[in-house]
């Protein structure tokens, strides 16, 4: 498997971002998908993830605030930020769980929100 993750950028707090990750290859039908994110001398954090099954999970620090979803016969995740706060700022990792335990990750894409 292969994800292909694109968004990110600099905003100002207040303001919103949409991330989204592909995958692409041998994708058991059965799987999840989401994003960590890990901030300079912060633990990593799972931030968002959805089943194929369209369960969702969110970090209470992002709830209300971001929303996951997937398209694209599921191969596709899209993760809209809002209100975006300066501590949301931190590298964004896209990862692709199978039924199997397998996992796979993206490349980081760096989130900065100034105050």
């Known amino acids: 498997v292969q994800l292909q993750a694109s968004g990110g950028g600099l905003v100002q707090a207040g303001e919103s971002l949409r991330s989204s990750c592909t995958a692409s290859g041998s994708i058991d039908s059965k799987n999840v998908m989401g994003w960590y994110r890990r901030a300079p001398g912060k633990e990593r954090e799972l931030v968002a993830a959805i089943a194929t099954n369209g369960r969702t999970t969110y970090a209470d620090s992002v709830k209300g605030r971001f929303s996951i979803s997937r398209e694209n016969a599921n191969s596709t995740v899209n993760l809209q930020m809002n209100s975006l706060k300066p501590e949301d700022t931190a590298n964004y990792y896209c990862?692709?769980?199978?039924?199997?335990?397998?996992?796979?990750w993206g490349q980081g894409t760096q989130v900065t929100v100034s105050s």
């Open positions: 990862f692709w769980l199978g039924a199997g335990g397998d996992d796979y």
